[in-house]
């Protein structure tokens, strides 16, 4: 064999080993759903598991349905609080980026994407729960809150950046103020990144059990009062794995399966949407 | 003298509009603030008892009101180390790929299923492993490797939940972060570098591992680093995988415990003001050391990004 192809048979020997490194990746992928799916399903092919509440263990025809609604009111007001706020902030990063508060927010923004989560809830636990001495849904919000903000101020940049300059400037040149020309001109422009960014900080926030374990707390009844302890999927999720009960560990995973497909759906709808965006923009 | 009339001068209104969306956006530097400030404060108490001796005590007694971090610091720092080394191969072949300008029709199955991989909810890797990789691991990594390596001190004692356990699901969650920002560093690398290489008669693989992997060196370093913060903050996951034993394990197939599962564990049992403030003096040095390996794995692959922008 001379060297030419051997030098070529080792290239293609490396590309099959980079090749099976990646199959190698994916497999955790596919074992998770299909053990989320496999032992999800079963409890949740039950109507009751999404009617009725928690029951104690013996008891059948236990129920989800505080962590359901719970999770739907801790995202709903952490969304409340986050997006504006992540949208005006992304729009100051995209319009005036030159300035170097800019810089400081941008960094600011990227290390709060890293930051602990468990740590945040530490912080509104010291900040909201232990002055008013309870645990209360506000509180998970808040926590939930403080993590979707950095996701929503950088994706909005990221697409408000993309608009051409020359719809701002044409309507700088119709005589528009910049806060009209930013919120009725760039921002219907860029909506398909901007609701892609907050349906990820969504999902995102969907999914955390760490800030809410000492701000939520979690709750075995339905409650719908936001000043007091909440339940939410994930803690369902974390709170009955942990048991020794069978009954409860087969909830558990019903809940980690109504987690999932409303985190990859989530997922999902916002890929959708940014597909959209690119198509938009290719017009422009 | 005559006197001289200033000429009007055209000023610009006050932007408001700025004013106001700096102040918004003012929210994350001033949220990381504050989140340091509260933590100090609210680690005040155990601050004072114990100094700088609460980074190197290794008792964890709340009965006795008796606290030293080194056994969390250590099982954060192992488990997030031995997942980097687990991840890291992988994370770079998955990034190389999807780097390649051919096969795009596969290269889009491997990114979105890595994007999703990204997507699963910590919690749901935390059950998994629970009833599923640690079982698995145990009867099929652990007991093998120790019967016959188990001469080695740190590959004995099998258990189901381990820090290598722990380590096995970590290396999963990370990944997604290693191989995205790998792979945007490496398509990074100016392309006229690699036609170079490819116009000189080197291979696939020569081009590869000679021109663009070192010339993306620093961008993967950086990866590496933040991959490595996001491994060192991990709670659910972890805490449902290591087994919660706080001590310095000296196998990595025994059980052990990290900062985050420390609070998460103990935090709404502690009843005592110095218990309270010892855990969130455990948050205080885990988000100090984020903090710190973000900022220098941010400055890295910013640094690459912009060298390439300027050279492009």
Known sequence: MNRTSRRSYTSFAWLGVMYLLTAFALIPLGLVLWFTVAKGLPPALHIEFYTNVFRPVGVPGAGIKQAIVGTLMLVGMASVMAIPAGILGGIYLAEYGLARWAGWVRLASDVLVGTPSIAVGLFVYAILVAPLHHFSGVSGSVALAVLMLPIVVRTTEGSVALIPNGLRESGLALGLPRWRVSLQLILPAAAPGVITGALLSVARASGETAPLLFTAFGNQLLSLDPTHAIQALPLTVYQYALTPYKSLQDQAWGAALVLVVMVLGINLVSRWVLRRQIALAGQL | ?312
Not at chain 2, 42 to 47: D, E, I, K, R, T
Not at chain 2, 172 to 194: N, Q, Y
Not at chain 2, 287 to 295: A, E, G, H, Y
């Open chain 2, 1 to 312: 003298m005559a006197e001289t009339v200033a000429a009007p001068v055209l000023r610009r209104p006050p932007d408001r509009f700025r004013t106001v969306t700096a102040l918004v956006a003012a929210a994350a530097p001033l949220v990381l603030v504050v989140i340091v400030v509260v933590l100090i404060r609210g680690s005040a108490p155990a601050l004072h008892q114990f100094g700088l001796g609460f980074l190197v005590g290794q008792t964890w007694n709340p009965p006795i009101d008796s606290f030293g971090a080194l056994p969390a610091i250590f099982g954060t720092v192992a488990s997030s180390l031995i997942s980097l080394a687990i991840a890291l191969p992988v994370g770079i072949a998955v990034a190389v790929i999807l780097a390649e300008p051919s096969h795009s029709s596969i290269r889009g199955v491997i990114g979105t299923g890595i994007e999703l991989l990204a997507a699963i909810p910590s919690v749901v890797y935390g059950i998994w492993t629970l009833y599923v990789l640690s079982p698995w691991s145990y009867e099929h990594l652990e007991v093998p490797i120790s019967d016959r390596l188990g001469f080695i001190g740190w590959l004995s004692q099998p258990a189901t939940r381990s820090l290598f356990n722990a380590s096995l699901v970590l290396a999963v969650m990370i990944l997604p972060t290693l191989t995205a920002i790998s792979r945007d560093v490496i398509r990074a690398v100016p392309r006229g570098m690699k036609e170079n290489a490819v116009a000189l008669g080197a291979t696939w693989w020569e081009t590869t591992w000679h021109v663009i992997l070192p010339a993306a060196r620093a961008g993967i370093f950086g990866a590496t680093i933040l991959a490595l913060g996001r491994a060192l903050g991990e709670t659910i996951a972890v805490t449902m995988a290591i087994g919660n034993r706080y001590w310095i394990p000296q196998s990595i197939f025994e059980p052990a415990y990290t900062l985050a599962s420390v609070i998460a564990n103990e935090f709404t049992e502690a009843t005592s003001t110095l218990h309270q403030a010892a855990l969130i003096e455990l948050g205080l040095v885990l988000i100090l050391v984020t903090l710190v390996v973000n900022l220098v794995a941010l400055l890295l692959v910013r640094s690459v990004s912009r060298e390439t922008r300027l050279t492009a």
